[in-house]
Each structure stands twice: as C-alpha cells, then as structure tokens.
C-alpha cells in the first residue's frame, strides 16, 4: 500500500473511472478534476458503476483554465498526474476543430504549465492516441513510426504529445506520454462505435430496437480492454525514466468483425439489422491502425489479457443487464 496522491483530468470519462479504481486499490488518495455542470450527479454515472464515487476527492476544474488548474495542484501537492480530459471524439472534432484545439491541444500545455510551477516533481501522464499515426506510415505502428493526423483531434492530440515530449526535454519533468490505441468497455461512451454496436445488440435482443445505422465497417481497430491499459499508465509513472509507449494488443479487426461477434453473442444475424447510414462516415477516415507494443512489454513488463471477443461480450451483456434494470 503507498499513501501516494493522484490527480487526474477525466475522471468523469471511461479511463479516469478505471484508473482512479486501480489507485484506491493501491491506496492513493485521488483527486478528480470535474468541469462544472447544471446537471449534479450525472457527471459520476460512471464512478457509481464502479461503486467507488465516496472514495474519490471531486474538485472544480477545466483544462481551458490554467489558473484554477494551477490552484488544485499547488493545494494537493500530489506525486502523480494523469491528465486524461480531453474533447476525445473524433467525429465531434470536425463539428468543432477550435473548442478540440483548446481543449485537446492546450489543454495540455496549461496541465504541464500548473505541474511545472507548483509542483515540478509530480510525475506526469498523457493520454496520447493512436489517432497520430491516421494515414499511416507503416504497417505496425510503433514509438519509431512517423504521424499522420487525419483530424482535428488527431492534429491537437499530436499537439500534447510533442508538448509533454518538450517539457521532459526542456525542463527534465518526469513527463511520459501513452500512445494508446483503441480501448473500449462497458464504461465506453456511446457514441464510440464498439458500445453502440453491443448497447443495439442488446436493445434488439431484448426487442428494445430493430436496426443498427453505422458508417465504414470496413475500418479496422487495434481494440483492447480500458481495466488493462490504465494499468499500463500507471507502470510507465513507476518507472526510473521517464518515455513514451505505444499500449496495443496487437492485432487488428474490421468493424465488420467486431459487430459479429457481439450480434452472435445474443444469437442474432447483423445482416438482418445492419443499415449502412452516410451520416455516420467522416470527411476523412483511418482506415486502419494496428500496434506494435513490444517496448511496453519489453521495459514495462506490461501486457493486454483481455482479448476483443470477451471484451465485446463483456459490454453485451452489462448493455442487457443495463435495459433490464430500466425495465
Ligand atoms: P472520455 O470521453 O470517456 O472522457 C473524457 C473526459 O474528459 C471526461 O471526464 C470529460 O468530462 C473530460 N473533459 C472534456 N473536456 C474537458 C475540459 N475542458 N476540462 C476538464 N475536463 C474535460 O474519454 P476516455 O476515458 O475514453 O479517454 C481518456 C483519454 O484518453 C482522452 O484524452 C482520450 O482522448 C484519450 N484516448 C482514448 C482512447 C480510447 O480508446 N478510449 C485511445 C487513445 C487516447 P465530462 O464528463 O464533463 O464530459
Ligand atoms: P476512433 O477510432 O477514435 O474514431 O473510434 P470510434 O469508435 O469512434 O470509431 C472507430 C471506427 O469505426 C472508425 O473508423 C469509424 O469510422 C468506424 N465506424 C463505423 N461506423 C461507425 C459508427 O456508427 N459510429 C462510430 N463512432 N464509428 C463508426
């Protein structure tokens, strides 16, 4: 057990929830950094889920405000910060590049500014994405593998990487930053393609629904499990140096293959209820990202054990037991 303190950003999102369960489980104290809302409550859904929302410490904050940011850091003192808020749905990000910009993008310059000035020894986390690599450059992406934003949040993501990678460089902060692909659960947001296909099948299975509208199913995504890649952020914040780390599991599946999965999970046919809709593809596309996480196994010792078909049928059946629940 340590008596460590945690900040993180995000809390309120699917990463933030499971991170701050595996640093209580550690005994951290954790800070929650919580943009206001006239909606109270909602904004803990996912912290109830996991039954750990009286656990965690809630503070006011938004990463657009360096002054109220620099406040929580200068007030908790803590020894590790996991900035994981962002505006982190790509679609969004071309219905509104500038609001992404700021908040993806220099959202992390004022997180690095706060830790610098008030507490420069804290060690340093970013939530980067495989979005980066968009056109990509190689067949495998690694640390090694040049980017290629594809979207207004690619581009401000690859903003935060570079800046997080600047700080370490400029002035020696213990900055590392996670190049993480694709990570889903029960926890994921709905509008993310892997939750909407399990929370249909569910609603068609429980006779809720009966059609699923989707866009490119011929894109293909590196999918792994949200429980194993905060595990990873936490392993690169224990290492002697700090470095940045592709968290993948390896191999690549269509969008195609993943909905059949969760649709055979419950029995049913997808062909009988998918509709190709125009409104859900995007001006641009990744058509593919697949990573290479040979040096997070290699230097952390670090490794996914949760494959994309449990996974899937995870989310299925937390979806059912979701709409029975409502019932
Ligand atoms: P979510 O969308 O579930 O969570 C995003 C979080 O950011 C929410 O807590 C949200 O708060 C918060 N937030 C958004 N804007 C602000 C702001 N201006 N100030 C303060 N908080 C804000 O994302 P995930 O948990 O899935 O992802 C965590 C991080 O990892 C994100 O940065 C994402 O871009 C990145 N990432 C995710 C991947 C994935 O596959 N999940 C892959 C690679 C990177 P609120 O609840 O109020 O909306
Ligand atoms: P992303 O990789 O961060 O953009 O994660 P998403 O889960 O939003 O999308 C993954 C892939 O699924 C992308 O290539 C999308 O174009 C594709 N996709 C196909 N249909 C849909 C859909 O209906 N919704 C979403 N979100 N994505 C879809």
């Given at each position: ?14 990463d933030?929830?499971?991170?701050a369960?595996?640093l209580?489980?550690?005994?951290y ?9 006239s ?28 002054g ?35 908040a ?15 507490a ?20 495998e ?13 690619a ?19 213990f ?138 049928r ?14």
């Open positions: 057990m340590t008596n460590k303190c945690a900040v993180i950003t995000g809390i309120t999102g699917q933030g929830a499971y991170l369960q595996l209580l489980d550690k005994g104290k954790v800070v929650g950094v919580v943009r206001r809302s909606h109270f409550g909602v904004a803990t859904h996912r912290l109830d889920w996991l039954k750990i929302a009286d656990r965690v410490e809630l503070v006011d904050g938004d990463l657009l405000d360096l109220g940011l620099s406040r929580i850091i200068r007030e908790h003192q803590p020894d590790e910060v996991y900035n994981l808020a962002a505006q982190s749905f790509v679609k969004t990000s071309w219905a509104q590049p500038s609001l992404t910009a700021q993806t993008g220099v959202g992390v310059v004022n997180m690095l500014e706060a830790v610098r000035a008030e420069p020894d804290a060690r340093f986390y970013q939530a980067s994405s495989s979005e980066m690599y968009g056109l990509i450059q190689e067949a992406q690694s640390e090694a593998t040049p980017f290629y934003p594809r979207s207004p949040y581009v401000a993501k690859l903003m935060g990487h570079w800046m997080t990678v600047n700080y370490r460089e400029s002035f020696g902060m900055a590392c930053s996670g190049i993480l692909f694709n990570h889903e659960s029960p926890l994921r947001g709905l509008e993310f393609v892997t939750r909407k296909v399990t929370d249909a099948a569910a609603r068609i299975h429980l006779g809720l629904a009966d059609e699923l509208a989707m866009g490119n199913i011929d894109a293909k995504r590196d999918w792994g499990h949200a429980r194993d890649y905060v595990r990873a952020m936490w392993m690169m914040l224990q290492h002697d140096t700090p470095d940045d780390y592709v968290v993948a599991t390896g191999r690549t599946v269509t969008v195609r293959d993943m909905v059949n999965v969760a649709f055979s999970h419950v029995g049913l046919d997808p062909e009988k209820y998918l509709r190709i809709d125009p409104q859900f593809f995007r001006p641009a596309e990744v058509d593919v990202l697949l990573g290479n996480p040979d040096k997070a196994r290699r230097v952390l010792g670090w490794e996914a054990t949760t494959t994309m078909e449990d996974m899937i995870e989310m299925v059946d937390a979806d059912i037991a979701r709409h029975n629940t409502v019932r």
